[in-house]
């Protein structure tokens, strides 16, 4: 999921700078924002489902 994210987000700045006009532009950032977002919130979501995960461990 989180290359996934990445790549979609990678993929998506070549569309928002060719095809942004005034009537577009705040969608296609809306857009962008929660592709750019996915990854912050798969990598804590990985850790929670790790059993093994103990962050009082060092």
């Not at 912050?40 to 009082?56: E, M, N, T």
Request: no cysteine; glycine share 6%; hydrophobic share 60%.
């Amino acid at each position: 999921m989180f290359a996934l994210a990445a790549l979609g987000t990678a993929a998506f700045l070549p569309v928002i700078v060719l095809f942004q006009s005034p009537d577009n532009i705040l969608w296609m950032l809306v857009v962008f924002g929660f592709l750019y977002g996915i990854p912050y919130g798969v990598i804590p979501a990985l850790f929670i489902r790790d059993k093994q995960f103990d962050p009082q461990k060092q």
